[in-house]
């Protein structure tokens, strides 16, 4: 079953956006049976108004490529979205992403349309993913209309399984990255850490052969036995 399902686009969305979603969706899904080292992958992160993936805004999408098994700081993206109201100021201290840059951001349906033209169909990737995906999905359903639901790559299953004896003393993305060295100047805001999350990807891709993973759909299916698991 393909892994996109759609509903009928909002009633009113631009033709232009709507155009663009439409070339969007003709494009075509990347090959599970190439390596999982090869080809473009893209780590997403996103910049919200709370904690509550089904009731807090959307603030912002950031997004950066690995090609080819190296990180690709000039394949990167980030977008805010503009807010009718900008988030608390403790929520603002956490992102970094004021109110006039949020009241000033890209319109919702834009901002979205132009997430799916960097992301194209590559294979998505967070730490966490879950709350991500959610945020995403709803945000795409309201503002276009679209059901969006898409595997996602999820290190926080995979890193345990390449470094199955740090798992005790290590927690969170944060703990992942001191441990193998990952610098990060800062963190949250979503093109920041999709910086460090790019990273952890590559050393994860390194362990692949050892782990007898040969494949992208292999990778997806090693992190989903995880998490059933």
């Known amino acids: 079953m393909a892994p996109w399902f759609w509903e009928r686009l909002r009633p009113g969305l631009d033709p232009a956006l709507a155009e663009r979603v439409r070339r969007w969706r003709a494009l075509p899904e990347p090959a599970g049976s190439r390596p999982p080292s090869t080809g473009r992958w893209v780590v997403l992160d ?5 904690l ?3 009731r807090d805004a959307l603030i912002s999408v950031g997004a950066v490529a690995v090609n080819g098994g190296e990180v690709d700081i000039a394949d990167s993206f980030e977008v805010v979205l503009r807010q009718p109201t900008p988030s608390a100021h403790a929520n603002i201290e956490v992102h970094g992403i004021g109110g006039v840059e949020q009241a000033a951001g890209v319109a919702p349906a834009r901002a979205l349309v132009a997430v799916l033209e960097f992301i194209r169909k590559d294979p998505l990737v967070a730490f966490h993913a879950p709350f991500d995906a959610r945020m995403l999905e709803r945000a795409f359903r309201e503002h276009l209309g679209l059901a969006l ?10 890193a345990p399984l ?9 927690q969170g993305l944060d703990g992942w990255l001191e441990a193998l060295g990952i610098p990060v100047a800062f963190r949250h805001r979503a093109v920041v850490d999709c910086l460090a999350t790019a990273q952890l990807l590559v050393a994860v891709q390194h362990e692949a052969p050892r782990l007898g993973v040969r494949t992208a759909r292999a990778l997806h299916a090693l992190a989903g036995q995880r998490r059933w698991a």
């Open 162 to 170: 390449a470094w199955p004896g740090r798992v005790a003393q290590r």
């Open 52 to 54: 509550d993936a089904s």
């Open 149 to 158: 639901r898409r595997p996602w790559l999820d290190l926080a299953d995979l």
């Open 46 to 50: 996103v910049e919200s108004s709370g």
